[in-house]
Protein backbone atom coordinates (compact mmCIF):
# COMPACT_ATOMS: atom_id res chain seq x y z
CA UNK A 1 0.00 0.00 0.00
CA UNK A 2 2.73 2.12 0.79
CA UNK A 3 4.58 1.99 -2.42
CA UNK A 4 1.59 2.36 -4.54
CA UNK A 5 0.97 5.67 -2.70
CA UNK A 6 4.58 6.82 -3.63
CA UNK A 7 4.21 5.75 -7.36
CA UNK A 8 1.05 7.80 -7.56
CA UNK A 9 2.80 10.81 -5.68
CA UNK A 10 5.80 10.45 -8.23
CA UNK A 11 4.15 9.64 -11.27
CA UNK A 12 3.50 12.77 -13.89
CA UNK A 13 1.92 12.15 -17.12
CA UNK A 14 3.74 11.15 -20.47
CA UNK A 15 4.33 13.78 -23.02
CA UNK A 16 2.09 12.30 -25.64
CA UNK A 17 -0.09 15.21 -26.93
CA UNK A 18 0.55 16.83 -30.49
CA UNK A 19 -0.08 20.19 -32.29
CA UNK A 20 -2.90 19.24 -33.22
CA UNK A 21 -4.28 18.68 -29.54
CA UNK A 22 -3.16 22.06 -28.63
CA UNK A 23 -4.43 23.71 -31.25
CA UNK A 24 -7.90 22.23 -30.95
CA UNK A 25 -7.65 22.91 -26.96
CA UNK A 26 -7.00 26.53 -27.67
CA UNK A 27 -9.78 26.74 -29.63
CA UNK A 28 -12.13 24.44 -27.97
CA UNK A 29 -11.08 26.30 -24.84
CA UNK A 30 -12.05 29.67 -26.59
CA UNK A 31 -14.65 29.42 -28.86
CA UNK A 32 -18.04 29.03 -26.54
CA UNK A 33 -20.81 30.46 -24.53
CA UNK A 34 -19.38 33.93 -25.52
CA UNK A 35 -19.51 34.28 -28.93
CA UNK A 36 -23.25 33.02 -28.56
CA UNK A 37 -24.25 35.33 -26.08
CA UNK A 38 -22.00 38.77 -24.96
CA UNK A 39 -22.34 40.16 -28.96
CA UNK A 40 -25.91 40.43 -28.37
CA UNK A 41 -25.64 41.73 -24.71
CA UNK A 42 -22.51 44.60 -26.55
CA UNK A 43 -24.92 45.57 -29.34
CA UNK A 44 -27.74 45.97 -27.62
CA UNK A 45 -26.48 48.49 -24.35
CA UNK A 46 -24.17 50.19 -26.92
CA UNK A 47 -26.41 50.66 -29.92
CA UNK A 48 -22.97 50.48 -31.86
CA UNK A 49 -22.10 47.99 -34.44
CA UNK A 50 -18.73 49.67 -34.31
CA UNK A 51 -17.92 49.39 -30.98
CA UNK A 52 -19.09 45.75 -31.25
CA UNK A 53 -16.34 45.19 -33.59
CA UNK A 54 -13.97 47.22 -31.26
CA UNK A 55 -14.22 45.71 -28.38
CA UNK A 56 -14.09 41.79 -30.31
CA UNK A 57 -10.69 43.28 -32.34
CA UNK A 58 -8.53 44.87 -29.68
CA UNK A 59 -9.85 41.58 -27.76
CA UNK A 60 -8.61 39.73 -30.26
CA UNK A 61 -5.06 41.79 -30.20
CA UNK A 62 -4.86 41.19 -26.30
CA UNK A 63 -5.49 36.98 -26.89
CA UNK A 64 -2.68 36.92 -29.25
CA UNK A 65 0.14 39.11 -26.99
CA UNK A 66 -0.89 36.75 -24.13
CA UNK A 67 -0.70 33.83 -26.69
CA UNK A 68 2.95 34.64 -27.53
CA UNK A 69 3.81 35.58 -23.90
CA UNK A 70 2.36 31.98 -22.65
CA UNK A 71 4.55 30.53 -25.62
CA UNK A 72 7.77 31.75 -24.69
CA UNK A 73 7.24 30.97 -21.19
CA UNK A 74 5.57 27.76 -21.70
CA UNK A 75 8.37 26.95 -23.88
CA UNK A 76 10.51 27.80 -20.88
CA UNK A 77 8.53 25.72 -18.49
CA UNK A 78 6.99 23.37 -19.83
CA UNK A 79 5.59 21.31 -17.20
CA UNK A 80 1.43 20.57 -16.34
CA UNK A 81 -0.20 23.65 -14.81
CA UNK A 82 0.48 26.07 -17.39
CA UNK A 83 -0.09 29.84 -15.89
CA UNK A 84 0.16 28.21 -12.41
CA UNK A 85 3.71 27.44 -12.56
CA UNK A 86 4.79 30.54 -14.40
CA UNK A 87 3.22 32.57 -11.72
CA UNK A 88 4.84 30.31 -9.01
CA UNK A 89 8.27 30.94 -10.41
CA UNK A 90 8.00 34.19 -10.86
CA UNK A 91 6.41 35.72 -7.53
CA UNK A 92 6.33 32.57 -5.25
CA UNK A 93 3.98 30.41 -3.34
CA UNK A 94 1.88 33.02 -1.42
CA UNK A 95 0.94 34.63 -5.13
CA UNK A 96 0.61 31.27 -6.65
CA UNK A 97 -1.73 30.24 -3.80
CA UNK A 98 -4.30 33.30 -4.55
CA UNK A 99 -3.42 32.72 -8.23
CA UNK A 100 -4.79 29.40 -8.19
CA UNK A 101 -7.65 29.18 -6.59
CA UNK A 102 -8.83 32.47 -8.24
CA UNK A 103 -8.12 30.89 -11.82
CA UNK A 104 -10.01 27.80 -10.48
CA UNK A 105 -13.05 30.12 -9.34
CA UNK A 106 -13.00 32.60 -12.11
CA UNK A 107 -11.57 30.97 -15.21
CA UNK A 108 -12.85 27.30 -14.94
CA UNK A 109 -15.63 26.86 -12.53
CA UNK A 110 -17.42 30.32 -13.41
CA UNK A 111 -17.24 29.78 -17.17
CA UNK A 112 -18.30 26.30 -17.12
CA UNK A 113 -21.17 26.88 -15.11
CA UNK A 114 -22.38 29.73 -17.62
CA UNK A 115 -21.96 27.62 -20.81
CA UNK A 116 -23.59 24.88 -19.27
CA UNK A 117 -26.47 26.21 -18.66
CA UNK A 118 -26.16 28.28 -22.62
CA UNK A 119 -26.10 24.88 -23.82
CA UNK A 120 -29.06 23.65 -22.39
CA UNK A 121 -30.76 27.35 -23.83
CA UNK A 122 -29.30 26.23 -27.20
CA UNK A 123 -30.33 22.86 -27.39
CA UNK A 124 -34.06 23.42 -25.42
CA UNK A 125 -34.31 26.91 -27.24
CA UNK A 126 -38.52 26.85 -27.17
CA UNK A 127 -39.13 24.70 -23.97
CA UNK A 128 -41.22 26.33 -21.65
CA UNK A 129 -40.55 23.42 -18.98
CA UNK A 130 -36.76 23.58 -19.39
CA UNK A 131 -35.97 27.01 -17.92
CA UNK A 132 -34.82 27.93 -14.31
CA UNK A 133 -34.20 24.98 -11.28
CA UNK A 134 -35.44 22.68 -14.42
CA UNK A 135 -31.92 23.91 -16.39
CA UNK A 136 -30.12 24.26 -13.83
CA UNK A 137 -30.41 20.78 -12.81
CA UNK A 138 -29.70 19.66 -16.83
CA UNK A 139 -26.91 21.77 -16.67
CA UNK A 140 -25.62 20.11 -13.73
CA UNK A 141 -26.27 16.46 -15.28
CA UNK A 142 -23.68 18.05 -18.01
CA UNK A 143 -20.82 18.85 -16.14
CA UNK A 144 -21.22 15.66 -14.14
CA UNK A 145 -20.61 13.95 -17.29
CA UNK A 146 -18.06 15.34 -18.55
CA UNK A 147 -16.19 15.13 -15.45
CA UNK A 148 -16.70 11.37 -15.78
CA UNK A 149 -15.31 10.98 -19.24
CA UNK A 150 -12.06 13.52 -18.41
CA UNK A 151 -11.36 10.72 -15.58
CA UNK A 152 -11.64 7.72 -17.98
CA UNK A 153 -7.92 7.96 -19.24
CA UNK A 154 -5.37 10.75 -20.73
CA UNK A 155 -5.79 9.10 -23.97
CA UNK A 156 -9.64 9.35 -24.11
CA UNK A 157 -9.42 12.94 -22.59
CA UNK A 158 -7.81 13.86 -25.63
CA UNK A 159 -9.79 11.58 -28.50
CA UNK A 160 -13.12 13.01 -27.06
CA UNK A 161 -11.11 16.84 -27.06
CA UNK A 162 -10.08 16.58 -30.51
CA UNK A 163 -13.83 15.32 -32.15
CA UNK A 164 -15.79 17.58 -30.30
CA UNK A 165 -13.95 20.50 -31.39
CA UNK A 166 -13.69 19.82 -34.74
CA UNK A 167 -17.11 19.06 -35.20
CA UNK A 168 -17.95 22.83 -32.99
CA UNK A 169 -15.60 24.59 -35.62
CA UNK A 170 -17.27 23.21 -38.56
CA UNK A 171 -20.55 24.43 -37.13
CA UNK A 172 -19.82 27.97 -36.94
CA UNK A 173 -17.81 28.50 -39.84
CA UNK A 174 -20.76 26.63 -42.00
CA UNK A 175 -23.28 28.47 -40.02
CA UNK A 176 -21.28 32.18 -40.72
CA UNK A 177 -20.37 31.06 -44.66
CA UNK A 178 -24.05 30.25 -45.12
CA UNK A 179 -25.75 33.12 -43.16
CA UNK A 180 -24.29 35.61 -45.88
CA UNK A 181 -25.97 33.30 -48.69
CA UNK A 182 -29.51 33.79 -47.72
CA UNK A 183 -29.67 37.54 -47.86
CA UNK A 184 -32.12 37.80 -45.65
CA UNK A 185 -30.19 40.40 -43.55
CA UNK A 186 -28.91 43.84 -44.61
CA UNK A 187 -25.31 45.23 -45.01
CA UNK A 188 -27.11 48.77 -44.01
CA UNK A 189 -26.87 47.42 -40.58
CA UNK A 190 -23.27 47.98 -40.53
CA UNK A 191 -24.01 51.76 -40.50
CA UNK A 192 -26.79 51.93 -38.13
CA UNK A 193 -26.31 53.22 -34.70
CA UNK A 194 -25.31 55.61 -32.42
CA UNK A 195 -21.66 57.33 -31.91
CA UNK A 196 -19.49 55.83 -29.30
CA UNK A 197 -19.77 58.80 -27.29
CA UNK A 198 -23.40 59.23 -27.06
CA UNK A 199 -23.93 55.78 -25.36
CA UNK A 200 -21.63 55.33 -22.47
CA UNK A 201 -18.28 56.59 -24.39
CA UNK A 202 -15.03 54.47 -23.49
CA UNK A 203 -15.21 53.15 -19.53
CA UNK A 204 -18.55 51.38 -21.71
CA UNK A 205 -16.47 49.60 -24.37
CA UNK A 206 -14.01 48.80 -21.21
CA UNK A 207 -17.01 46.82 -19.66
CA UNK A 208 -17.65 44.86 -22.69
CA UNK A 209 -14.21 44.64 -23.44
CA UNK A 210 -14.26 42.11 -20.20
CA UNK A 211 -17.33 40.06 -21.90
CA UNK A 212 -15.26 39.69 -25.18
CA UNK A 213 -11.59 38.61 -22.65
CA UNK A 214 -14.54 36.30 -21.39
CA UNK A 215 -15.16 34.63 -24.74
CA UNK A 216 -11.51 35.11 -25.60
CA UNK A 217 -10.24 33.04 -22.42
CA UNK A 218 -8.44 30.38 -23.36
CA UNK A 219 -5.94 31.41 -25.51
CA UNK A 220 -3.38 30.04 -22.89
CA UNK A 221 -5.38 26.74 -23.15
CA UNK A 222 -2.47 24.80 -24.27
CA UNK A 223 0.22 26.26 -21.69
CA UNK A 224 -1.71 23.53 -18.88
CA UNK A 225 -0.65 20.79 -20.93
CA UNK A 226 2.71 21.99 -21.73
CA UNK A 227 4.03 19.04 -19.39
CA UNK A 228 2.07 16.41 -21.43
CA UNK A 229 3.25 17.58 -24.97
CA UNK A 230 5.71 15.98 -26.89
CA UNK A 231 8.70 18.74 -27.99
CA UNK A 232 7.10 21.45 -25.96
CA UNK A 233 9.71 24.21 -27.15
CA UNK A 234 8.26 24.14 -30.96
CA UNK A 235 5.01 22.87 -30.20
CA UNK A 236 3.55 24.93 -27.98
CA UNK A 237 4.06 28.66 -29.41
CA UNK A 238 2.57 26.87 -32.87
CA UNK A 239 -0.24 25.73 -31.59
CA UNK A 240 -0.85 28.91 -28.84
CA UNK A 241 -0.35 31.41 -32.25
CA UNK A 242 -2.20 29.37 -34.86
CA UNK A 243 -5.31 28.41 -32.37
CA UNK A 244 -5.78 32.13 -31.56
CA UNK A 245 -5.59 33.48 -34.53
CA UNK A 246 -7.99 31.31 -36.25
CA UNK A 247 -10.19 31.96 -33.42
CA UNK A 248 -9.75 35.73 -33.67
CA UNK A 249 -11.05 35.28 -37.38
CA UNK A 250 -13.67 33.23 -36.58
CA UNK A 251 -15.26 35.50 -34.11
CA UNK A 252 -14.90 38.51 -36.08
CA UNK A 253 -16.65 36.50 -38.66
CA UNK A 254 -19.89 35.65 -36.33
CA UNK A 255 -19.80 38.98 -35.46
CA UNK A 256 -20.60 40.30 -38.81
CA UNK A 257 -22.95 37.54 -39.26
CA UNK A 258 -24.89 38.72 -36.24
CA UNK A 259 -24.51 42.39 -37.51
CA UNK A 260 -26.21 41.37 -41.06
CA UNK A 261 -29.10 39.34 -39.29
CA UNK A 262 -30.15 41.94 -37.21
CA UNK A 263 -29.93 45.79 -36.32
CA UNK A 264 -28.68 47.36 -33.06
CA UNK A 265 -32.11 49.23 -33.01
CA UNK A 266 -33.87 45.95 -33.15
CA UNK A 267 -32.00 44.01 -31.01
CA UNK A 268 -32.20 47.05 -28.21
CA UNK A 269 -36.10 46.27 -28.09
CA UNK A 270 -35.61 42.17 -27.76
CA UNK A 271 -36.02 40.44 -24.55
CA UNK A 272 -33.23 39.81 -22.64
CA UNK A 273 -33.29 36.11 -23.27
CA UNK A 274 -32.98 36.11 -27.24
CA UNK A 275 -30.68 38.98 -26.51
CA UNK A 276 -28.43 36.51 -24.23
CA UNK A 277 -29.29 33.83 -27.45
CA UNK A 278 -28.36 36.35 -30.49
CA UNK A 279 -26.56 33.14 -32.60
CA UNK A 280 -30.48 31.58 -32.37
CA UNK A 281 -31.78 35.10 -32.92
CA UNK A 282 -29.96 35.35 -35.80
CA UNK A 283 -30.25 32.15 -37.15
CA UNK A 284 -33.96 32.83 -37.10
CA UNK A 285 -33.69 35.92 -38.90
CA UNK A 286 -31.52 34.16 -41.13
CA UNK A 287 -32.08 30.56 -41.88
CA UNK A 288 -36.54 30.80 -40.64
CA UNK A 289 -37.78 29.41 -37.33
CA UNK A 290 -37.79 25.68 -38.14
CA UNK A 291 -34.23 25.62 -39.51
CA UNK A 292 -32.90 28.13 -36.44
CA UNK A 293 -34.35 25.36 -34.11
CA UNK A 294 -31.99 22.85 -35.40
CA UNK A 295 -29.17 25.38 -35.54
CA UNK A 296 -30.00 26.06 -32.00
CA UNK A 297 -29.61 22.63 -30.68
CA UNK A 298 -26.47 22.32 -33.09
CA UNK A 299 -25.19 24.76 -31.65
CA UNK A 300 -25.72 23.61 -28.11
CA UNK A 301 -24.18 20.44 -28.86
CA UNK A 302 -21.41 22.02 -30.19
CA UNK A 303 -20.43 24.17 -26.44
CA UNK A 304 -20.18 20.55 -25.11
CA UNK A 305 -16.70 20.75 -26.41
CA UNK A 306 -15.80 24.06 -24.63
CA UNK A 307 -16.74 22.25 -21.17
CA UNK A 308 -15.20 19.27 -22.28
CA UNK A 309 -11.69 21.73 -23.00
CA UNK A 310 -12.54 23.48 -19.39
CA UNK A 311 -12.51 19.99 -18.01
CA UNK A 312 -9.77 18.93 -19.55
CA UNK A 313 -7.31 21.87 -18.75
CA UNK A 314 -8.68 23.13 -15.31
CA UNK A 315 -7.32 20.16 -13.38
CA UNK A 316 -4.16 20.54 -14.08
CA UNK A 317 -3.62 23.49 -12.17
CA UNK A 318 -4.64 21.86 -8.91
CA UNK A 319 -2.93 19.19 -9.60
CA UNK A 320 0.44 20.75 -10.02
CA UNK A 321 -0.95 23.12 -6.85
CA UNK A 322 -1.40 20.05 -4.27
CA UNK A 323 2.19 18.42 -5.72
CA UNK A 324 3.80 21.78 -4.44
CA UNK A 325 2.01 21.54 -1.05
CA UNK A 326 -0.67 24.63 -1.79
CA UNK A 327 -3.78 21.97 -1.60
CA UNK A 328 -4.37 18.82 0.27
CA UNK A 329 -2.22 15.99 -1.04
CA UNK A 330 -4.96 13.45 -2.36
CA UNK A 331 -5.79 16.57 -5.04
CA UNK A 332 -2.09 15.61 -6.76
CA UNK A 333 -2.88 11.97 -7.20
CA UNK A 334 -2.66 10.73 -10.82
CA UNK A 335 -4.38 7.33 -11.19
CA UNK A 336 -1.17 4.83 -11.79
CA UNK A 337 -3.13 3.42 -15.17
CA UNK A 338 -5.14 5.90 -16.89
CA UNK A 339 -2.92 9.18 -16.16
CA UNK A 340 -5.19 11.38 -15.57
CA UNK A 341 -5.81 13.48 -12.50
CA UNK A 342 -8.95 12.36 -11.22
CA UNK A 343 -9.43 14.25 -8.11
CA UNK A 344 -8.31 17.07 -9.13
CA UNK A 345 -11.01 16.77 -11.82
CA UNK A 346 -13.66 15.80 -9.21
CA UNK A 347 -13.12 19.17 -7.78
CA UNK A 348 -13.19 20.96 -10.41
CA UNK A 349 -16.39 19.76 -11.41
CA UNK A 350 -17.73 20.20 -8.06
CA UNK A 351 -16.60 24.06 -7.77
CA UNK A 352 -18.62 24.55 -11.43
CA UNK A 353 -21.55 22.83 -9.77
CA UNK A 354 -21.55 24.90 -7.09
CA UNK A 355 -20.94 28.26 -9.19
CA UNK A 356 -23.94 26.96 -11.03
CA UNK A 357 -26.30 27.36 -8.18
CA UNK A 358 -25.01 30.33 -6.74
CA UNK A 359 -26.70 33.15 -8.41
CA UNK A 360 -28.50 34.52 -12.21
CA UNK A 361 -26.80 34.04 -14.91
CA UNK A 362 -26.17 37.67 -15.79
CA UNK A 363 -24.31 37.81 -11.69
CA UNK A 364 -22.17 35.06 -12.00
CA UNK A 365 -21.19 36.37 -15.70
CA UNK A 366 -20.57 39.75 -14.63
CA UNK A 367 -18.57 38.55 -10.98
CA UNK A 368 -16.69 36.08 -12.99
CA UNK A 369 -15.26 38.62 -16.26
CA UNK A 370 -13.29 41.70 -14.48
CA UNK A 371 -11.65 38.55 -12.20
CA UNK A 372 -10.76 36.99 -15.37
CA UNK A 373 -9.14 39.76 -17.32
CA UNK A 374 -7.20 40.49 -14.27
CA UNK A 375 -5.67 37.11 -13.59
CA UNK A 376 -5.14 36.67 -17.32
CA UNK A 377 -2.71 40.33 -16.48
CA UNK A 378 -0.93 38.51 -14.05
CA UNK A 379 -0.38 35.40 -15.86
CA UNK A 380 1.42 38.12 -18.44
CA UNK A 381 3.05 39.90 -16.01
CA UNK A 382 4.78 36.98 -14.57
CA UNK A 383 7.40 37.08 -17.71
CA UNK A 384 8.97 39.97 -16.48
CA UNK A 385 10.40 38.49 -13.19
CA UNK A 386 12.17 35.44 -15.13
CA UNK A 387 13.55 37.57 -17.32
CA UNK A 388 14.88 39.83 -14.94
CA UNK A 389 16.01 36.51 -12.96
CA UNK A 390 17.52 34.87 -15.87
CA UNK A 391 16.83 31.74 -13.82
CA UNK A 392 15.49 30.18 -16.98
CA UNK A 393 16.22 29.73 -20.88
CA UNK A 394 14.32 30.76 -23.30
CA UNK A 395 13.91 28.28 -26.08
CA UNK A 396 11.44 30.56 -28.00
CA UNK A 397 11.18 34.06 -27.96
CA UNK A 398 8.22 36.30 -28.95
CA UNK A 399 8.70 38.92 -31.31
CA UNK A 400 9.16 43.03 -30.68
CA UNK A 401 9.19 41.56 -26.48
CA UNK A 402 8.70 43.23 -24.56
CA UNK A 403 5.81 45.04 -26.21
CA UNK A 404 3.20 42.62 -26.61
CA UNK A 405 3.28 42.17 -22.77
CA UNK A 406 3.17 45.30 -22.00
CA UNK A 407 0.39 46.40 -24.23
CA UNK A 408 -1.81 43.71 -22.74
CA UNK A 409 -1.05 44.50 -19.11
CA UNK A 410 -1.96 48.15 -20.17
CA UNK A 411 -4.76 47.10 -21.75
CA UNK A 412 -6.20 44.93 -19.54
CA UNK A 413 -5.42 47.39 -16.25
CA UNK A 414 -7.33 50.09 -18.29
CA UNK A 415 -9.83 47.48 -18.79
CA UNK A 416 -10.12 46.68 -15.09
CA UNK A 417 -10.22 50.03 -13.48
CA UNK A 418 -13.37 50.98 -16.26
CA UNK A 419 -15.47 48.24 -16.28
CA UNK A 420 -15.21 48.05 -12.26
CA UNK A 421 -15.94 51.94 -12.54
CA UNK A 422 -18.67 51.13 -14.96
CA UNK A 423 -20.53 48.26 -12.96
CA UNK A 424 -19.11 48.60 -9.22
CA UNK A 425 -20.62 45.87 -7.62
CA UNK A 426 -19.48 43.02 -9.77
CA UNK A 427 -16.18 44.57 -10.48
CA UNK A 428 -15.38 44.89 -6.92
CA UNK A 429 -16.44 41.38 -5.85
CA UNK A 430 -14.41 39.96 -8.23
CA UNK A 431 -11.40 41.75 -6.47
CA UNK A 432 -12.49 41.09 -2.90
CA UNK A 433 -13.24 37.33 -3.81
CA UNK A 434 -9.40 37.17 -5.22
CA UNK A 435 -7.81 39.23 -2.02
CA UNK A 436 -9.59 36.90 0.07
CA UNK A 437 -7.29 34.35 -1.01
CA UNK A 438 -4.51 35.81 0.50
CA UNK A 439 -5.87 35.67 4.29
CA UNK A 440 -6.61 31.65 3.52
CA UNK A 441 -2.91 31.07 2.47
CA UNK A 442 -2.02 31.63 5.94
CA UNK A 443 -4.74 29.47 7.27
CA UNK A 444 -3.64 26.84 5.01
CA UNK A 445 -0.10 26.55 5.92
CA UNK A 446 -0.92 27.21 9.82
CA UNK A 447 -3.01 24.40 9.42
CA UNK A 448 -1.26 22.33 6.76
CA UNK A 449 1.06 19.38 8.40
CA UNK A 450 3.85 19.78 5.58
CA UNK A 451 4.53 20.31 2.16
CA UNK A 452 4.34 17.23 -0.95
CA UNK A 453 6.59 15.63 -2.32
CA UNK A 454 6.75 16.75 -5.81
CA UNK A 455 7.53 20.62 -7.17
CA UNK A 456 6.76 22.18 -9.91
CA UNK A 457 10.22 23.72 -9.85
CA UNK A 458 12.22 20.32 -9.71
CA UNK A 459 10.13 18.79 -12.78
CA UNK A 460 12.90 17.09 -14.83
CA UNK A 461 10.24 15.73 -17.17
CA UNK A 462 11.38 13.92 -19.80
CA UNK A 463 9.24 13.06 -23.09
CA UNK A 464 7.60 9.74 -22.31
CA UNK A 465 8.40 6.77 -24.79
CA UNK A 466 3.80 5.83 -25.00
CA UNK A 467 3.07 6.12 -28.07
CA UNK A 468 1.15 9.57 -29.46
CA UNK A 469 -2.45 8.66 -30.59
CA UNK A 470 -1.94 11.53 -33.22
CA UNK A 471 0.40 12.17 -35.95
Known amino acids: MVQRREKVLSQLPPRTYGFWTCVFVVAASMVGSGIL ?75 LALIAVMAVDYIFPDNKAIQGTNATLIATGIIILFTLLHSLG ?64 GWNGAGYLAGEVRDPERTLPRSLIVGCVLVTALYLLMNAVYVYAISASQLAQTDELDVRRIGWLAGEILFGKQVSHVLSIIFGIGL ?13 IAFMMARDGLMPEPIGWLHASRNTPIPATLLVGGLSVIMLWSGKFNEVLDFTSVGLTALGGL ?45 PIPGLGSMGAIILAIPLYSIYRWTSRGRSSGSSDDQTHEPSPTQSMEE
Open 37 to 111: MTPGRTLAETQSPAALFIVWTLGGFLALCGALTVAQLGAALPHVGGDYVFVRRAFGDATAFVFGWSCLLFTFSGP
Open 154 to 217: QNESAWIQNMTTLVKLLIFLGFAAAGFLTQHGSYEHFASGAPIAAVGGWSLVAKHLTYAMYAYS
Open 304 to 316: LATISALLFTAPR
Open 379 to 423: TVASIFPLWWKREVEWPFRLPLFPLPPILFLAITIWTVVLATAEA
